[in-house]
Structures are given as structure tokens and as C-alpha cells.
């Protein structure tokens, strides 16, 4: 078994990344069928909203749509000229791009020869210009007494101390970081600190265990560590300095020494003295970072010089590290916020993503940032100490922009309306979705209760390669359909293809690709450039896969279906059931492992495993705890499988290939539907699994 265990021999051919699901056509969300496509159940942004938009009307965005593709070069240009730029970029260099495998090497360049620095632009731009005294975030912790808040001025002083420290023990230009830090103040302010100095963050989200850690420590090569020594989430205490130390146990014993473990005391959840210490390698943050001076010198980078690293699942067992730059990400996540969100200076932001995700680089740090805005961050977890907790902090900071994701709508639905409605909420006027699709019983949900129907709804789609939004409604712009991510953002072509990648016009559904590269398109993969060419740009020549289904209905609104590849998305975390398959199979009864996903009321999908065991061993109830066990410790928590079926054998083709399609039917009860069955190399598998359905 290696470590890397690719769950199915059918994984990472090039013909194979194309998707071989029932095909994005059939599917439904949560059981409820997609809306038909007339106008019925059209949600207008209201004539006072409108009237203040940015975007205020169709034709206004079709107009700055169709010059964002007409000149591209042009359009992002002006929008990038607002930024601070060292040096400028070359003018007949916006954009270089091959995407087009069988023309030469994918290649992706925005704003090339030009230099700047992406924390001068989210934090010192602003103070400059005299925005230090406003507050750029405001801290609310798990309990409800406790918070803080950074303005401008101070968010610079800390950014710069503690680059200041990154650069007095070594770290430079292009050194890996990697940050395992809840949602302390404290991580924001890292990821800048190193993109001020040319650091390359990798933020690990701190969810997931020791040996997840360990495997993105070994991949990128820190030379620094910074977490801090617990955090408490709900009633729960968390000891993140102690599975840091585990994993970094395990990254020596894979060849990785990582020389420090900068650990910031977070006093509300554990003492120093609490605290596991490793002398030699850990260092408390609050000994050393205070006292460097609150000025630093900027790093000028290239518009293309990598800004971070983040690591998230594909199709294989290995986690991929997406790589992003700098220029075109700042200018895209910039304007992305500003636009979806229909951005005015004096909103208070708040998205409950988790910094750990893309969600919380491009839209809790760079590009609310980038924007000037005042940003909340939350520590703890949507419903502590009960479900009206979300609410709770709305008023408390007047929050306008509420940015989530439906698994948390979902969540608070279940639990009932009384929870909002004990709240004001007046000051929201913008709601925000991501992560998977929004049923439209939630989205509506959102919308009149949490929203009291005066809110849009900015169902945004995009991916930790996108970087930015790729498909979102403008909230003043169009009238919305629930459960649509509607339209386009500007300069983005999205276009759906049939299975032999023949685009398709109108009405439609199929393969979501794009055509033409966005400032914030990821560059590579970590180290990995084949896999980059080759689960993204060579299914489909010439254009981007991007994994989803799609379908476009007679008005060009865009439904999102789902992956159709072997990714499943659990509460908005993208995990790949290889990773699963290859957690699973590590345990020594577990012979072999195929992870499906199953519609979930609450979580989206939820995991389901088909288990084998090792010949010999009996079924019990023991024995499933312990393989849930073992998913947890090696990827966290949130990829538990919610159900262990046991399978004495597996569907599988005479070549062996592993008939998912099958096990999918399977574990959603669609027994009528389980198709042909005759190419398996032994039918009689799928009857077994049937009668042991319910063990
Ligand atoms: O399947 C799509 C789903 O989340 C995937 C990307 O996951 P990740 O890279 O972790 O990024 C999540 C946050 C951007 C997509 O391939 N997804 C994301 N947003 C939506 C969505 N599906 C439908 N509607 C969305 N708004």
C-alpha cells in the first residue's frame, strides 16, 4: 500500500480525466428537480437597490461584459492602474496565454514586467492615502464577550513586525511558509507579512489532522511553522500547537526539517505554561514578533512571482498544490469583491469562511483588503452557543455584507426561523452564497428570512483555481432565479461542452469549461506541472475544465450541478474520495476501500464508503469507528465517512476498473436504476452489496 494509494486503477489517464458520470444532465439538487427555465419564481433586486449599484441594470453589465471580451487587455489594464505599481507592466504584455495543449506548454501571464507588492496595495496604500484610523477588521472570538479590532495603521505595524521577524531568521523571497492558525487576527496578518517580503504562504486549514499537516509540510518545505498553541471551537479545546508538533515528527522523518514553530499564545483558549515546547525549534510569537520595529521595507515582486500555495483534492489521493501569483490575483479578487458585492466604503463585511480555504484568501483577506474594507472575522463556530449566534453578531457589528455557504444556511433553517427572528438584521443588504450549489428551498430560506427579502442573494461560483469569482449575479444588475449563479463575471467565457468537447450554444448542459484566461487563473500545480496540463487543459482542448456540471437555460442563466469528476463536496470542503479510499485502505483490516458521495440534507453530500475487509476479519461495530478513526487522524474531522457499507466484494469491470457509477446508485437506494451490470467481472457483487445494504 503506498502512501499515495490512487483509490482506483482508473485514475489519472488522460482520456480517463474526462468525466464518465451519468453526465451533469441528471442531477438534481438535494432531490429537489432544477428549476424549469421560464421567469416564474424571478427574484428582482429591488428599484432603491438597483439605483445604487454599481451595476444597476442588464444592459449596463452586458455593456461591460462584452468589453471586458472584445478588449480584454484594455479593460483589465484600467482596472489595474488603480493599484500601487512599482514598476509598470509591459503594455503589449497584459495577457500571454496558451491554454491549448496541442499547441505547446499552458501558459498564463497577466501584466508581465510589471512589480508591486500586494500588501502595499491591501494595507499601506490605505494608511497613505489617510484610511489609517479606519478599522480594517474587527475579531469577534467563540464567546460572545469577547472581541478585538485592527485599524489600518495598526494592521500595518503588525504585518510589519512580524515580517520583520520572518526576515531575521532567513526568510526571503520565494521561502515557503506555512501558516496553521484559526481565526485569530494573528492569520490574516501572516499571510501578509510574508507576501511583503516575497514569502510564499501555504495556509493549512487548521481542521485538518498531524498527517495532513505533514503531508503539505514535506510537499512545499517550510522554512517556517506558524500556528498557535489551542483555540477553542464551541465548547471544544483544540490543541493545534500539539498536532503541529506531530507533524512536523513526521515531515523530518520524511526528509523535511522545518527549523521553527512560531507559536502565538492564544490566551483565551490555553496558558503558556499549558503548553508542549519543543526547545530548539518553537519560538512564542508574543517573545519575539513585538519587538521589531513597525516599519518595514517592501519586497517589489513580479506581477507573476508566486503569492501562495494552497493545497486542495483532486481525483488522485495527493493533494494539489495550487499555485497563484501575484498581479492578475490582486487585481481579479479586487474587483470580483468589489462587484458581486456591490462594495460601498462604508460596508462591514463579514464571510464565515475559514482562511484556510481559498474562500478566506480571496475573500476574508486579499480582496476585501485590497478594497479598503472593514472586515469581521470569527473564531468560532456558526452556532454557539445557538444557532442565533450568526445573527447575534450582525447586529452587533452591523454586518451589510453576509457572505456563506449553503451547508450553514441549510444548517440554520433546520434549527428553525425563531433563531433569526429574535434579531434585527436591518443593517444587511447584500447576502453572499459559495461553496456548492444552493438549493433553491435554501436560497429561498436566505433570502426571506435571514435576508427579509430585501437582500440578493450573490450565489458566486468559482474554484481555489479560479481565484477569484467566475460566475456570479451582480446583485443590482439582473433579476435572479433561485439556485442560478446566473451570469458571467467580466472577462470570463464560460462555456458548456458536450462529452466530446463540441461547445454548445443556447439551451444546454454538459461540461463547465472556459475559454480564455482571467487575471486570476491559478499558474500551476506545485511541482506538478503534468497534472496540471493534465486534469485541467487536456480533457477538453483549448479550453479550462473546471470538474463541474452545468446547464444554461433558455436565458443564459448559469445552474451549477455539481463535480463530475471523483471530488465530493462536503459542507463546501472540496475532498477527493481517493483521499478518502487511500485513509481507509491504510488500515490494516481494510483490504481495499471506493468512497461515493450521497446527497445530504445538511452537509450537501455526505461521504459514503464501500468497504473490504482483509479475509478473515468480522464485521463490527468497533472495527467501523476505528476506519472512521483512521480517516479522521489522517485527512480531520470533516472527512469522516458518514457511513461504512460493507462490501465483500466491489463492482468492477473485468479489467478492474471500479464501476462507481453502480456503488453510487447503491448508496442512494436507486436500486431500479443500477443500469447494466453484465460487464462486471463478477455481477454478483452487486447482490451482496444490496442484502448487506442495511448491516
Ligand atoms: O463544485 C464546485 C463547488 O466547489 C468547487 C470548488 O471547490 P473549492 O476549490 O474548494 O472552492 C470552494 C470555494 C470557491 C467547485 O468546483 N462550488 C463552489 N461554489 C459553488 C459551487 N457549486 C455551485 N455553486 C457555487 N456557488
Redesign the pocket.
Known sequence: RRRWAMGASDRLKVADARPRHAGPCAATMLGEPLPASDDHGLVHPSADFSAQALVSSPQQYQEMYQRSIDDPAGFWSEIAETFYWKQKWSPDEVCTENLDVTKGPIKIEWFKGGKTNICYNAVDRHVEAGDGEKIAMYWEGNEPDQDGKLTYSALLDKVCQLANYLKSVGVGKGDAVVIYLPMLMELPIAMLACARIGAVHSVVFAGFSADALAQRITDCKPKVVITCNAVKRGPKLIPLKDIVDASLVQSAKNGVSVGICLTYENQLAMKKENTRWITGTDVWWQDVVPNFPTRCDMEWVDAEDPLFLLY??GSTGKPKGVLHTTGGYMVYTASTFKHAFDYKPTDIYWCT?DCG???GHSYVTYGPLLNGAIVLLYEGAPNYPNPGRCWDIVDKYGVTIFYTAPTLVRSLMRDGSEYVDQYSRKSLRVLG??????NPTAWRWFYNVVGNSRCPIS????????GGFM?TPLPGAWPQKPGS?TFPFFGVQPVIVDEKGREMEGECSGYLCIKKSWPGAFRTLFGDKDRYETTYFKPFSGYYF???GCRRDKDGYHW?T??VDD?I?VS???IGTAEVESALVSHPKCAEAAVVGIDHEVKGQGIYAFVTLVDGIPYSDDLRKSLVMTVRSQIGAFAAPDKIHWAPGLPKTRSGKIMRRILRKIASRQLDELGDTSTLADPGVVDQLITLSDT
Request: charged residues 20%.
Open positions: 486542495t483534492s469562511a480555504w481559498i474562500t452564497s459559495v461553496g456548492e450549489p444552493i450565489d458566486t461560483w468559482w474554484q481555489t483555481e479560479t460566475i449563479a473546471s470538474g463541474d451549477l455539481g463535480r471530488v463536496n463546501g470542503h472540496r
